[in-house]
């Protein structure tokens, strides 16, 4: 798997001809599972075959039964400079019934031994866990704050249809997640991470200044980015791809030197559509300049038609010719801005 992750970095070294790596991060399943010298490796093949920032942001996504003392001492040898771990929550009961491979000791003794190594931390945590209360949720955030991290990216509860979280809901041994409680532990998560000096950047993220998460940002900015390996996504701008999830189709692939990808090009009203999701997520909000300047004089009307009841609701706001949320609709942003989008329109 790794000869071909680093075959497909060289097959496409083309697809960003004379532009910048700025960001390098390995995600998805559990990439820690890789040895520091396959990490080193495939790290120099993307500066072999590409044009590398002087400092690139290099994350590395973890769980903290994968960070040992001992490999957290052998990635801070390697390139990595930032980590991302999914704590989730502190609480034993909420990580058994999350399916957790790690307990609550692993969680804070990961995070003991990361912030000696490594000063650009992300962790991720979980709101809206059944019987969470807000006292608890408030020891979360806390307990997060006390080891001085710098960034942390914070969800709702998601059930996924057949796993093992929807059979316990289903047989009833765990109550369904409430939105009503979402939104309180969400306003009390801003409240309390804008009091402690993070800057709510984007929806689910916060971080403290210098600290954000810059492949992310580069996303909801909409540049351009590469995903190497089975299921990983790419964007051009104009285009976007995705490998086949299938491990042996992949690796059969690569070796017949066939790119296993499939790709669709963005009409017009998938652009505006996203550049609306991804702005009214983030500080940087929705440019009225930019819809008219990118996508025309209809799309700009259309835009502050269907925005106006948002307006009127103090949901929305327009300042310097940007629209965002308003801080009670900052929790509603993703369904305000399925109203935004521009759908069945002829191309």
């Known amino acids: 798997m790794v000869s071909a992750l680093a075959k497909e970095i060289f097959m496409r070294k083309n697809e960003i001809d004379n532009e910048v790596v700025e960001t390098i991060y390995f995600g998805g399943g559990t990439p820690s599972v890789l040895t520091n010298e396959e990490i080193n490796f495939l790290i120099a093949e993307v500066y072999k075959n590409y044009n590398v920032a002087e400092n690139p942001e290099i994350t590395l996504e973890a769980n903290p039964d994968d960070l040992s003392t001992e490999r957290l001492y052998e990635l801070s040898k390697s390139p990595i400079n930032r980590l991302s771990i999914g704590i989730q929550s502190f609480y034993e009961e909420d990580l058994k019934m999350m399916n957790r491979a790690h307990n609550s000791a692993e969680a804070i003794k990961c995070l003991q031994e990361a912030t000696k190594y490594f000063d650009n931390i992300s962790l ?198 940007i629209l965002k949320p308003t801080p009670k609709g900052k929790f509603l942003t993703d369904g305000i801005a399925s109203d935004l989008f521009y759908l069945n329109l002829e191309e």
């Open 124 to 321: 991720d945590l979980i709101y809206g866990i059944p019987g969470l209360t807000d006292e608890m949720w408030k020891q979360n955030i806390e307990t997060a704050l006390s080891f001085g991290i710098p960034h942390i990216s914070s969800y709702a509860l998601t059930v996924e249809p057949k796993t093992a979280l929807r059979k316990l809901i289903d047989s009833g041994k765990i109550a369904e997640p409430q939105d009503e409680v979402a939104s309180n532990h969400f306003m009390i998560l801003v409240e309390t991470l804008q009091q402690n000096g993070f800057i709510h950047y984007e929806l689910s993220n916060f971080g403290k200044e210098n600290y954000f998460s810059k492949n992310n940002s580069a996303y909801w900015l909409g540049k351009k980015y590469i995903g190497i390996g089975p299921s990983a996504h790419s964007y051009d701008g104009e285009k976007r791809g995705w490998n086949v999830a299938n491990n042996s189709l992949y690796l059969k692939s690569i070796q017949e030197d066939i790119l296993p990808i499939e790709t669709e090009i963005l009409t017009k009203s998938d652009r505006y559509n996203e550049y609306i999701m991804t702005g009214l997520r983030t500080i940087w909000g929705v440019s009225l300049e930019r819809i008219e300047s990118e996508f025309g004089l209809d799309y700009l009307n259309y835009l502050k038609k269907q925005s106006q009841k948002f307006l009127d609701d103090e949901l929305v706001f327009i300042e310097n010719n």
